[in-house]
């Protein structure tokens, strides 16, 4: 079991900062990362490595105040970036404002539908308690996703709240 606590504000909290690597067949287990008051907060903070594939999340617990994701808060936005065979349970995330997700905070604002595949989600709670524009969704707060399942997932928000994400661009 992995405990990250964090007293700062407005600054990231993740068990990795920065990634500039390929992360493949990994299994992330009975994390917690309470940090209320931090923005970026998830396992990743942000990623610019190329292929994330086939990585298990389970029993993920995440506090953070704005763009928080249960696996990455902010994947950087380039197209020849690969998510692939993401698959999450058990997994709950609380956050004060927006921009919410149960695997990824905010995703890449391009349109390649390819860049993300074969994500899953299931038996997970996903909540912001922002009062204006939330942006929450099951699998992402902001983006899009191809081959995407979102099972037995409560998600809460008061604006821009999806199954699959909060809102698609």
């Given at each position: 079991?992995?405990t990250?606590?964090?007293?700062?504000t407005?600054?990231?909290s993740n068990?990795?900062?920065?990634?500039?690597?390929?992360?493949?067949?990994?299994?992330?287990?009975?994390?917690?990362?309470d940090s209320?008051?931090?923005?970026?907060?998830?396992?990743?903070?942000a990623?610019?490595g190329?292929?994330?594939?086939?990585?298990?999340?389970?029993?993920?617990?995440?506090?953070g105040?704005?763009t928080?994701?249960?696996?990455?808060?902010?994947p950087?936005?380039?197209?020849?970036?690969?998510?692939?065979?993401?698959?999450?349970?058990?997994?709950?995330?609380?956050?004060?404002?927006?921009?919410v997700g149960?695997?990824?905070?905010?995703?890449p604002?391009?349109?390649?539908f390819?860049?993300?595949?074969?994500?899953?989600?299931?038996?997970?709670?996903?909540?912001?308690?922002?009062?204006?524009?939330?942006?929450v969704?099951?699998?992402?707060?902001l983006?899009?996703?191809?081959?995407?399942?979102?099972?037995?997932?409560?998600?809460?928000?008061?604006?821009?709240v999806?199954?699959?994400?909060g809102?698609?661009?």
């Amino acid at each position: 079991k992995i405990t990250d606590t964090s007293t700062g504000t407005n600054s990231y909290s993740n068990l990795i900062m920065y990634n500039y690597g390929e992360l493949e067949n990994l299994i992330f287990k009975n994390i917690n990362i309470d940090s209320p008051k931090e923005n970026y907060v998830g396992i990743i903070g942000a990623n610019y490595g190329l292929k994330i594939n086939n990585i298990t999340l389970d029993n993920i617990n995440i506090k953070g105040r704005e763009t928080v994701g249960g696996f990455i808060s902010y994947p950087y936005n380039r197209e020849d970036i690969r998510y692939s065979n993401i698959n999450a349970s058990n997994v709950t995330i609380l956050a004060e404002r927006g921009i919410v997700g149960g695997i990824f905070g905010n995703m890449p604002n391009h349109h390649n539908f390819q860049t993300t595949t074969n994500i899953s989600i299931k038996d997970s709670n996903i909540t912001s308690t922002a009062a204006g524009v939330s942006y929450v969704g099951g699998i992402s707060g902001l983006g899009d996703c191809n081959y995407c399942l979102v099972d037995n997932v409560e998600v809460t928000g008061a604006r821009h709240v999806g199954g699959m994400t909060g809102y698609q661009r």
